[in-house]
């Protein structure tokens, strides 16, 4: 198992930029795809985005694409998540995930489909 912790989160107003990081210990992190998760008060974890372990394919949830850049940097073991654009119903707790595999597909993936997780991050957009 890999262990992760978030950072970055905060306020923002609405347009401007976060970047998140997730940094990760414990088992190589570039065995692993990775991605974000984020859950808004009331609501269900959704999908954000995903990569896979090299960092050349990536997958965004439709609420993010164009605004949203997932990275990674296996040297220091770190994930990004760039987020710009931001708008109030962005407002969540972001989580970082190790992937089942080093590989990812197009589509939605299941929470189901990442075994590690992080404590999260708290983003709030104020309109």
């Known amino acids: 198992q890999v262990q992760l912790v978030e950072s970055g989160g905060g306020l923002v107003q609405a347009g401007g930029s976060l970047r998140l990081s997730c940094a990760a210990s414990?088992?190589?992190?570039?065995?692993?795809?990775m991605g974000w998760f984020r859950q808004a008060p009331g609501k269900e974890r959704e999908f954000v985005a995903t990569?896979?372990?090299?960092?050349?394919?990536?997958y965004y949830a439709d609420s993010v694409k164009g605004r949203f850049t997932i990275s990674r940097d296996n040297a220091k073991m770190t994930l990004y998540l760039q987020m710009n654009s931001l708008k109030s119903e962005d407002t969540a707790v972001y989580y970082c995930?190790?992937?089942?595999?080093?590989?990812?597909?197009?589509?939605?993936?299941?929470?189901?489909?990442?075994?590690?997780w992080g404590q999260g991050t708290q983003v709030t957009v104020s309109s």
């Open positions: 995930a190790a992937r089942r595999g080093s590989q990812i597909v197009a589509g939605t993936p299941f929470s189901s489909d990442f075994h590690s």
């Open positions: 990569i896979n372990w090299s960092g050349s394919v990536t």
């Open positions: 414990g088992r190589s992190f570039s065995n692993y795809a």
